[in-house]
């Protein structure tokens, strides 16, 4: 009787395979920098108003109890690219952290890599050998020029991820600088390379990801799309 059974259930089990390789669904990640867990309507926010998010929360599963890899952005974006702990691919710190001071900071920092390693095997690369489009909408922060930027990492399409961690400006046309602090010297930064006046950040990014899911309507897709929002203030 219970080889019947396990040979029914493992029939059961491959027409399900079957079923969801045939369909390939969608796949939407959102990665949020710096959302509070406050932040939102559906955790018990009086102040914010996040209707869309609360939305999706009643109507989808919610995991309360899971944990970023680490409190700040890059090793937690590689982590989740990767699958692996921030000590494993040694991408630790935020980029281009440093010790900037040698008697400001007083705690050195251990070392850790300045760009997401190409050996490693990424969850767009995976994606993308299945069959899947895969897309990059926003921060990318793992890495730049002249070969660690999304295009390098297994995404066919990237708007607006680069090396920096936070946009030159929220507001056309994107453009901002970043003082580097040993030197004094100014990084100059531009998110986006057109727009129009008074576009705003978030919701260009937006319908860029719609305009992306229009045109990937032949194929599965995977859209990998973490804000520039939240952020700042920490």
């Given at each position: 009787?219970?080889?019947?059974?396990?040979?029914?259930?493992?029939c059961l089990l491959l027409s399900?395979?079957?079923?969801?390789?045939?369909?390939?669904?969608?796949?939407?990640?959102?990665?949020?920098?710096?959302?509070?867990?406050?932040?939102?309507?559906?955790?018990?926010?009086?102040?914010?108003?996040?209707?869309?998010?609360?939305?999706?929360?009643?109507?989808?599963?919610?995991?309360t109890d899971a944990y970023a890899?680490?409190?700040?952005?890059?090793?937690?974006?590689?982590?989740?690219?990767?699958?692996?702990?921030?000590?494993?691919?040694?991408?630790?710190?935020?980029?281009?952290?440093?010790?900037?001071?040698?008697?400001?900071?007083?705690?050195?920092?251990?070392?850790?890599?300045?760009?997401?390693?190409?050996?490693?095997?990424?969850?767009?690369?995976?994606?993308?050998?299945?069959?899947?489009?895969?897309?990059?909408?926003?921060?990318?922060?793992?890495?730049?020029?002249?070969?660690?930027?999304?295009?390098?990492?297994?995404?066919?399409?990237?708007?607006?991820?680069?090396?920096?961690?936070?946009?030159?400006?929220?507001?056309?046309?994107?453009?901002?600088?970043?003082?580097?602090?040993?030197?004094?010297?100014?990084?100059?930064?531009?998110?986006?390379?057109?727009?129009?006046?008074?576009?705003?950040?978030?919701?260009?990014?937006?319908?860029?990801?719609?305009?992306?899911?229009?045109?990937?309507?032949?194929?599965?897709?995977?859209?990998?799309?973490?804000?520039?929002?939240?952020?700042?203030?920490?």
């Amino acid at each position: 009787m219970m080889r019947h059974v396990l040979t029914a259930f493992a029939c059961l089990l491959l027409s399900m395979m079957a079923v969801v390789a045939e369909e390939r669904l969608n796949v939407v990640l959102f990665v949020v920098d710096d959302l509070g867990w406050m932040d939102l309507g559906c955790q018990g926010s009086s102040y914010y108003r996040t209707p869309n998010i609360d939305r999706l929360a009643a109507r989808g599963i919610r995991f309360t109890d899971a944990y970023a890899a680490c409190a700040v952005c890059t090793p937690t974006r590689a982590s989740i690219m990767t699958g692996k702990y921030p000590a494993r691919n040694l991408m630790t710190q935020w980029l281009p952290a440093g010790r900037w001071s040698a008697t400001g900071h007083r705690m050195r920092e251990g070392r850790f890599l300045r760009s997401l390693p190409l050996e490693e095997v990424t969850l767009a690369e995976a994606l993308r050998e299945g069959g899947y489009r895969t897309l990059h909408v926003g921060k990318w922060h793992l890495g730049g020029p002249p070969f660690s930027l999304p295009a390098h990492h297994g995404f066919d399409i990237n708007v607006g991820g680069s090396e920096h961690g936070a946009p030159g400006h929220y507001f056309y046309p994107y453009k901002g600088s970043w003082k580097i602090p040993t030197t004094e010297q100014r990084v100059q930064k531009i998110t986006l390379p057109d727009g129009k006046k008074g576009e705003y950040l978030t919701d260009r990014l937006t319908s860029e990801a719609l305009r992306l899911i229009e045109e990937s309507s032949d194929q599965p897709f995977f859209l990998y799309f973490p804000y520039y929002a939240v952020h700042t203030p920490l």
